[in-house]
């Protein structure tokens, strides 16, 4: 599986994992922006949520999900990651 995504369909369009819960692909630019895909359930569905990860003032590593990558758009979650991570430094 690869492990970067340039464009919105091709992070939509990922493969879910099958031998752990879920993986997190980053940007190939954007290395705070990425997609945590989730293993499909039972009945097929599989969940993408857009993430952003930042240091917080603490200098701690923080990942927060940004919504549900096939609901909400690639705009609206990449203007949220930008202002949390300039809320955090």
């Known amino acids: 599986m690869r492990k970067t995504f340039t464009t919105e369909p091709e992070a939509l369009l990922m493969a879910?994992?099958?031998d752990r819960?879920?993986?997190e692909v980053w940007h190939e630019h954007d290395s705070w922006f990425g997609v945590r895909?989730?293993?499909?359930r039972a009945d097929g569905l599989i969940t993408?949520?857009?993430i952003v990860r930042y240091r917080d003032s603490g200098g701690k590593d923080t990942k927060d999900s940004l919504g549900d990558a096939n609901k909400g758009t690639w705009d609206a979650a990449r203007h949220t990651a930008l202002t949390i991570r300039a809320k955090a430094k």
Do not use: D, N, Q
């Open 16 to 18: 879910a994992p099958t």
């Open 21 to 23: 819960p879920f993986v």
């Open 37 to 40: 895909i989730m293993r499909a």
């Open 48 to 50: 993408r949520r857009w």
